[in-house]
């Protein structure tokens, strides 16, 4: 077995014995990054000298590759955008700190969609990503780097980024663990704004164990963002010892197993799942969201708005692209800004500006956040019955480079992803099965209650023990 | 209500070409209509969701800390002149 195949568990458990240093798993983990990241494209970025420097200094630790809008001091944090050509992250993310602390080094930054919008990793500016199960197929968004890089033993797990489904999305489309954390479980501090109400970073893996070992890591109290509680962060990785679906009350809630537009496989795959936890000892519970198809429309408003709010940072001032053309303030920012930032980016600056402007303020944004209520009081209702629910991931599986070329079709991507987002709660997707034929990975997705990890992880550890 | 992605653009300050306008338009007002699907759910009495959980003030000691340091600040600039981010000007008659 090749060093780069490992996963978090393998890798420490090497390292303490002495197997192995970091350096030798970060040489693998470049020799892989050398022969695959041609045709695949997961990484944007690999600075090999510093990744060895970093092993060297850290040489029990374990290398993680990083999406490329976080920020690690002295590496470039393009965000998939032209407008950060060239930056340097002049300080590191909490999340990188938090690794740092508990033995994980960055290693290599991987692509994904321009400021995390999109759900195929195609909006970059970077370059195209592939997934690793088909070249042809995208790798799921706007997490793809990590993903493709995961699903193609590129890393041995990398940290991604979900605001309405970009972990879990991509997880699903390469065969990978991926946990969207709840809510304040993570700090966001150094960590690119797209929807601030709804962004939060999370592990993706090649196990659940790896995910909760990561999760861990990355997880709690920072002060410089004021939305993470100071709960203490269990010890997930310990809590999956014995982890079963005896018992365990799943919610299957009607309005996501009886959508349209459900790919077939994907529902095969899915009732399988939902079979396997029932021989599994799972008591199977229906259950109805019935404010789940509005999640969408509140979406695809709340976030725009949040991400033009954000966006506006990038005004050719401090940082980033400045044009050549600008001649007085105004142009320095209308003509930066048009040159700096990508179609999907333009679309939804103009969505969230249209909401938020006066007189569509109450009809759009404000009424938005009040249904959000009604979809967050679903989700406390239906967590009153159940232990968690499980739903598809994703209403198809990976999709052709090039073949949703709609926005709104593309949007679709993210049904099953966002009202969990919206409701802050913890959701995760594991790997569940293949397409018959293509061969083509689909996850099924768990989903727990607000800082409920503990739980979702057991869940999903059993699930996965039952799966294979 | 309808979009108009040329002017809500420049509110935006996004300078869109004809082109981009041409695109933008009716995706956008796709968009428009499919999101104000919401328009029909009975929202009478409910509080708004403004956050991803309830939150409450976080305070912490107004003491002075350190911060990043000066050049590293200024490291991205796109122009700067000495300690400072160098603009075109602002301020209409004013001396350049």
Redesign the interface.
């Known amino acids: 077995m090749e060093l780069f195949e490992l996963g978090i568990k393998e890798a420490q458990d090497g390292l303490a014995k002495g197997e192995f240093s970091s350096r030798d798993i970060v040489e693998s983990v470049i020799a892989r990054y050398r022969a695959r990241n041609g045709e695949i494209g997961a990484y944007v970025t690999f600075d090999e000298e510093g990744a060895l420097a970093l092993a060297d200094a850290n040489p029990k630790a374990v290398p993680v590759a990083v999406k490329d809008l976080i920020n690690v001091r002295g590496q470039p944090c393009t965000c998939g955008s032209k407008i950060l050509e060239?930056?340097?992250s002049?300080?590191d993310a909490t999340v990188i700190r938090n690794m740092k602390a508990h033995g994980f080094i960055p290693c290599g930054r991987v692509n994904m969609d321009e400021f995390a919008m999109g759900s195929s990793t195609e909006n970059s500016a970077l370059g195209v990503t592939r997934n690793p199960y088909d070249l042809s197929r995208v790798p799921g968004g706007s997490s793809g780097g990590s993903a493709a890089a995961v699903g193609s033993d590129m890393c041995i797990a990398a940290l991604g980024t979900d605001t309405g489904g970009s972990i879990r999305q991509p997880a699903s489309f390469c065969n990978c663990v991926g946990v969207k954390p709840?809510?304040?479980r993570v700090s966001r501090y150094g960590v690119t704004a797209f929807a601030s109400?709804?962004d939060q970073v999370g592990p993706m893996t090649k196990s659940v164990e790896d995910a909760a070992i990561l999760l861990g890591a990355l997880a709690g109290h920072d002060?410089m963002d004021?939305?993470t509680p100071r709960d203490p962060v269990p010890d997930y990785a310990a809590a999956l010892e014995g982890a079963t679906l005896k018992g365990v009350r799943l919610g299957l809630p009607k309005e996501y197993l009886e959508v349209g537009g459900l790919d077939p496989e994907v529902k095969r795959i899915t009732d399988d799942a939902i079979a396997k936890c029932a021989r599994a000892g799972a008591e199977l519970v229906e259950v109805s969201l019935p404010?789940t198809?509005?999640a969408?429309?509140?979406y695809?408003?709340i976030a725009p708005a949040e991400a033009?709010a954000n966006l506006?940072r990038f005004?050719?001032?401090?940082?980033?692209?400045?044009s050549a053309a600008?001649?007085?303030?105004?142009?320095?920012?209308?003509?930066s800004?048009?040159e700096g930032?990508g179609?999907e980016v333009?679309?939804r600056?103009?969505?969230?500006?249209?909401?938020l402007?006066s007189g569509?303020y109450d009809?759009?944004y404000?009424?938005?956040?009040?249904?959000?209520?009604?979809i967050?009081r679903d989700f406390d209702d239906v967590f009153g019955r159940v232990d968690a629910l499980l739903t598809p991931c994703a209403p198809t599986p990976a999709f052709k480079l090039g073949e949703l070329q709609?926005?709104?079709t593309m949007?679709l991507n993210d049904l099953f992803t966002i009202p969990s987002s919206?409701a802050?709660v913890c959701a995760a997707s594991v790997p569940a099965g293949f397409t018959a034929g293509t061969g083509l990975p689909v996850g099924v997705q768990f989903v727990c209650g607000?800082f409920e990890e503990t739980k979702l992880l057991k869940i999903c550890k059993a699930f996965e023990g039952v799966s294979k | 209500?309808k979009?108009d992605?040329g002017y809500?653009?420049?509110?935006?300050?996004?300078?869109?070409?004809d082109e981009?306008k041409a695109?933008?338009q009716p995706?956008?007002e796709?968009?428009?209509k499919?999101?104000?699907?919401?328009?029909s759910?009975d929202?009478e009495g409910?509080?708004?969701?403004?956050?991803?959980?309830p939150?409450v003030?976080?305070f912490?000691e107004d003491v002075v800390r350190p911060s990043?340091?000066r050049e590293?600040?200024l490291?991205?600039?796109?122009?700067r002149v000495g300690d400072e981010?160098l603009?075109?000007?602002?301020v209409e008659g004013a001396e350049s």
């Open positions: 060239g930056y340097v002049p300080y709840s809510y304040g109400s709804l002060e004021g939305t404010h198809e509005y969408m429309a509140v695809y408003i033009s506006a005004d050719g001032v401090r940082y980033g692209h400045r600008s001649k007085d303030v105004y142009s320095l920012y209308v003509k800004r048009a930032f179609p333009k679309r600056i103009i969505m969230g500006t249209y909401v402007s569509y009809a759009y404000g009424r938005a956040q009040k249904v959000r209520t009604l967050k709609d926005p709104l949007y919206l802050g607000s | 209500m979009i992605a809500v653009a420049e509110l935006a300050r996004l300078e869109l070409t981009e695109v933008f995706q956008l796709s968009i428009v499919y999101v104000e699907k919401i328009s759910v929202v409910v509080e708004p969701m403004m956050h991803g959980r939150l003030n976080a912490r990043m340091d590293e600040a490291a991205n600039a796109p122009e981010f603009l075109p000007k602002i």
